[in-house]
């Protein structure tokens, strides 16, 4: 298997998306409308500049961020590779990309929302070419592909217009089974971009340990991290995960799972969990988090109000999966409850209780949640806005079809577990997932927004997450952002060969 | 899944700090809880009086330097000023030879107040013993460094240990072929099974024929081992006493090959005319011997050790069987239509070059498979997945040595709590004699290279492979036990990330101390 180099090809004027064998570009994710034309330009002395007439200007330290960083990429690249030989006839001189927001709020300072305007258009002709986008998350979704032709030596006239097929494109990471340093996590985010993800789902804490230094209650990391000091995020780790990603359009969205997965969280925050008894006396070990106590709910109303704090984006992942219930049942003060509730032994609706406080204390904080299929699947009354994440693998597209039949938005991640890995070309797989494959109307594949490759943490850290994520993680991106009818395998092995050494690059 | 960490309990913990913390577990040991305190500033390597090895021997004195700073991986300052003397006497001064396939890696070990004796007959045994001592030390929660009173007498159940890495189907840059051979020392691995060139790339920059890589490799500047790359990945290597063994695999599996050598590989026929595409080395020419004489003449000057790699694997018969001129020449020597045959032959002339070069040739089982003079082979290696133990079995009953690859082919990934199935492997569980059993010389893990390069190696092979390391080097019986193993593995996979190599992780968990270089 050798991996073809990507040739510049003469194409006659205006083939509209890679109809034809795709060698004449590496783009991925494969924007929705590409134009190229039979010409070719040299770039000399270049410059990302602020159009004129944009609403964004020196002073929008996001795009000036972006603007530099994708220099060093192009530049960066281009010297490391040498002098190339064009093979275009003609060569004349591109000396400028204007960047213009056209709409009056540029959006500069603010944080991206699942419902953000990440179009774009770009148009490479002479005498300079223009990236037009309504906001700054266009712009830098244009800049991105910008870089990927001129990493192609293709600067060929061309004319793009894009913007995703799904506005909730993520990726998760796992930093409880194992501390993830920051720096694979500013890493990470950095190819993300790269890739068009937008939504960085931290799944932070869990049984395992703790790593979140909570200011309200900083016992819980001190007690529930694997080391207090080197195996923690503190405020400020927090707050540059969130900037670095918010000057990449990058949404960071927290998950504090519970009822289950708390172990971690009872080290540091005694009668949180529940006691699990062995026949009449506690065995001395813990369940998920007690369901009768008000002291719960005092906890997790304080608990909340910093998360909603500490995190800008509108929505913060409310876990809610793999509850056991075996503890709950051990134990007699719960036994007692559902007696007094008249649940009999159907400890989902136990469940249910504690998740609709949950969601009621998570409402207060003026956030909208996101919670596992289990709490959907277990009746609880949610919120309109509620997005519903389905991730079991058996049923998934009969699960879609239900919750958007109910009117929830929904996630998918059930096909898109990267942490299972196999032998040879597992991105195939991936990639031909079809999100919107289950039965329902138009009116219900509409609530799906989108999904998420899922990277659990059990074997992976930071000696083996990047080889372990990307390239796969690069088909979950073009399935989620380019139009539905993109699936020819081949196409994107060409294109992904590429777009792989770039990102090794 | 809800396993708790499994790094809580600081019992078990405490008995890592002794031998038990050592991997691969040595042959004897005695190892008590009195324990010395080190400190970095009074801490010293030395020569006994009656070591034949003295200063300017110069794998011990880079070793000393190396492992100094393993030994005190912080430099925070020790505790008190007692000495502490780690005394080193070898039998054999051979600092300036390369290990072959018969020295000794025995060693002795006697940790006690204010000193260690190392003994051993050879530098590559004091190596052996400088790693084990390395595993020894250990900190407490201050950070004061300590060792324990020990005595370890050590020695491999295996003489060859190997690791295979292939950089033909993607190169790997010389730093990450440095970098592994540092993994495979701390492992006691000591052989590096180089499979350098095959179809996809001919990376192998020849004196003698400068086309095979200009042509063949992926990249003719950036993706080339130069003559004096490979010098550096042999001196490398010499210094942690690791034996590169060089494989030139053919006639198949050497499409690359043809770029730069026309005429060397059979032109496959679509009936009567070529098709344009070529197949194995054309074993009819002899401008064929004639060029694979000279190549093998420059690879046995280049590579020092007295072993070579023939390959010989997985030969495609379909484009032999299609040129007329490799019939006929099947007719002429009676072959008939048994295309073994052909392969038998050219492997002969091969095996007969390289002898006469005075080198031991090792082939892959296919060619035993179809060998009929199995006594012009040496070194047989058994690779294919399925009853390989009988493999094994009819290779030493045929008098020939085995070396067996077939449980270790870690190029498959799998969830790292596999690795029990690298450890689990018994490689003489089969019915022979103490004389055949002999015969089996050792094993190989194989990182074969479709989808490997420098962005995944480490963490795809490490610690994985020091599975297999434990169950080439330690006594069967007392390393059965996969419960057993797990923490200590656990153990010594925080030691590597400590030491920079990035191994996977094997459960939930953390190291103490990782990070520090990412």
Not at chain 2, 235 to 252: C, M, N, Y
Not at chain 2, 305 to 317: A, T, W
Not at chain 2, 430 to 457: H, P, R, S
Request: contains cysteine; aromatic residues 14%.
């Amino acid at each position: 298997m050798s991996i073809r180099t990507i040739m510049l090809i003469m194409l006659i004027a205006g083939t509209v998306r890679a109809v034809q064998a795709s060698q004449y570009v590496s783009l991925w994710p494969l924007p929705q409308k590409v134009k190229i034309l039979d010409l070719s330009f040299k770039l000399t002395s270049f410059n990302i500049v602020d159009a004129k007439e944009s609403s964004a200007g020196s002073s929008c330290s996001l795009l000036q961020d972006a603007y530099r960083r994708y220099y060093e990429y192009m530049f960066g690249i281009a010297k490391r590779q040498g002098p190339r030989k064009s093979r275009l006839t003609g060569p004349s001189e591109l000396t400028e990309l204007q960047v213009w927001i056209t709409s009056p709020d540029s959006e500069c300072d603010g944080y991206p929302s699942v419902t953000s305007d990440e179009s774009y258009e770009l148009s490479v002709d002479l005498p300079y070419a223009v990236l037009k986008a309504p906001k700054v998350w266009g712009a830098l979704h244009g800049l991105e592909t910008f870089s990927q032709l001129v990493y192609e030596d293709q600067y060929g006239a061309v004319s793009i217009s894009d913007f995703p097929r799904f506005a909730h494109r993520g990726i998760l990471l796992d930093s409880s089974r194992h501390f993830l340093p920051l720096k694979v996590i500013l890493a990470n985010l950095e190819t993300m971009a790269m890739n068009k993800f937008n939504v960085f789902h931290w799944h932070i804490v869990d049984d395992q340990s703790f790593p979140y230094l909570s200011r309200t209650f900083p016992q819980l990391s001190q007690q529930g991290a694997y080391h207090p000091y080197t195996h923690v995020y503190t405020p400020a780790d927090v707050k540059m995960v969130i900037e670095f990603g918010r000057l990449r359009g990058i949404r960071v969205v927290p998950e504090f799972d519970t009822p289950g997965h708390t172990q971690s969280w009872g080290k540091g925050q005694k009668d949180l969990l529940t006691p699990c008894y062995s026949g009449s006396k506690p065995s001395g070990s813990f369940g998920p988090v007690n369901p009768i106590l008000n002291t719960t709910y005092d906890f997790m109303s304080q608990f909340f109000k910093e998360i909603s704090t500490v995190f800008p984006d509108a929505y913060v992942h409310l876990g809610g999966d793999e509850v056991d219930f075996t503890c709950w049942k051990s134990n007699p003060d719960i036994q007692k409850f559902m007696d007094q509730q008249g649940y009999g032994q159907d400890y989902k609706k136990l469940e249910s209780f504690y998740i609709q406080k949950l969601l009621d204390i998570v409402t207060t904080t003026h956030k909208g949640y996101m919670i596992w299929q289990e709490v959907f699947d277990n009746g609880v009354k949610l919120k309109p806005d509620t997005v519903v994440h389905v991730w079991i693998g058996g049923g998934a597209n009969e699960e879609m079809g239900k919750v958007t039949a109910a009117g929830y938005t929904t996630i998918l991640s059930a096909p898109w577990y990267l942490d299972y890995i196999s032998y040879a070309q597992d991105w195939q797989k991936y990639y031909k997932v079809e999100p919107l494959d289950f039965d329902g109307t138009e009116e219900q594949k509409k609530l799906v927004i989108g999904g998420e490759a899922c990277l659990w943490g059990e074997y992976v850290d930071a000696t083996n997450l990047t080889p372990r994520l990307w390239p796969r993680a690069s088909a979950v991106a073009e399935r989620l952002w380019s139009a539905k009818d993109v699936t020819d395998i081949n196409d994107a092995f060409n294109r992904l060969s590429v777009h792989r050494c770039r990102m090794v690059a | 899944s809800s396993r708790v960490s499994s790094s809580g309990s600081s019992s078990a913990l405490s008995s890592l700090h002794t031998v038990e913390g050592v991997w691969p577990l040595p042959q004897s040991f005695t190892s008590s809880t009195e324990r010395y305190p080190l400190n970095p500033k009074a801490f010293y390597f030395g020569y006994g009086r009656q070591s034949a090895a003295q200063q300017d021997c110069s794998v011990l004195d880079a070793a000393f330097k190396r492992y100094f700073s393993l030994i005190f991986p912080d430099y925070t300052s020790g505790s008190g000023d007692k000495p502490f003397t780690v005394e080193i006497r070898v039998d054999h001064a051979d600092c300036d030879s390369y290990p072959n396939e018969n020295s000794s890696e025995r060693y002795n070990l006697s940790v006690s107040a204010g000193q260690a004796s190392l003994n051993a007959e050879t530098v590559w045994g004091a190596l052996r013993g400088l790693e084990t001592f390395s595993q020894l030390v250990y900190q407490d929660d201050f950070g004061t460094y300590f060792v324990n009173k020990t005595e370890i007498d050590d020695f491999p159940r295996f003489q060859f240990r190997g690791i295979l890495l292939d950089t033909s189907r993607h190169y790997l840059p010389v730093q990450a072929i440095l970098k592994t051979l540092d993994a495979m020392a701390y492992s006691k691995f000591n052989v590096f099974h180089w499979h350098i060139v095959d179809d996809p790339s001919f990376p192998y920059q020849s004196r003698t024929f400068p086309d095979l890589s200009s042509t063949g490799a992926f990249h003719p500047m950036t993706h080339i081992y130069t003559q004096s790359d490979v010098r550096r990945v042999i001196s490398h290597a010499r210094l942690w006493g690791i034996r590169v063994l060089p494989e030139f695999d053919s006639p198949g599996h050497t499409q690359s090959w043809g770029k730069g050598q026309s005429d060397l590989l059979t032109p496959c026929y679509r009936g009567s005319t070529p098709s344009g595409t070529f197949g194995p080395v054309n074993p009819v020419l002899p401008s064929t011997y004639q060029f694979m004489a000279r190549l093998f003449k420059e690879v046995s000057s280049v590579f020092p050790d007295s072993y070579i790699h023939l390959g010989g694997d997985e030969v495609d018969f379909s484009c032999w069987k299609s040129n007329p001129d490799v019939r006929a020449f099947m007719q002429k020597m009676g072959f008939g239509g048994d295309f073994t045959k052909l392969e038998a032959f050219y492997m002969e002339k091969i095996v007969n070059i390289t002898s006469a070069l005075k080198k031991t040739s090792i082939v892959w089982q296919d060619v035993f498979d179809y060998h009929e003079r199995r006594s012009s082979l040496s070194v047989v290696e058994v690779w294919r997945h399925g009853c390989y133990l009988c493999e094994v079995r009819r290779v030493v009953n045929a008098g020939l040595r085995v070396i067996l690859a077939s449980p270790w082919y870690l190029d498959q990934p799998g969830p790292t709590h596999n690795w029990a199935r690298y450890y689990t492997v018994w490689p003489l569980a089969f019915k022979g004699t103490e004389e055949q059993k002999k015969l089996v010389i050792g094993g190989e893990v194989c990182m074969w290279g479709e989808y490997v390069d420098a962005t995944n190696l480490t963490p795809r092979l490490w610690p994985r492979a020091s599975a297999a390391a434990e169950r080439l080097w330690s006594d069967e019986k007392q390393t059965s036990s996969v419960d057993e193993a797990f923490p200590r593995l656990q153990d010594f996979r925080c030691k590597l990330v400590r030491r920079g190599i990035r191994a996977e992780p094997l459960h939930v968990g953390h190291c103490k101390h990782e990070y520090q270089g990412v």
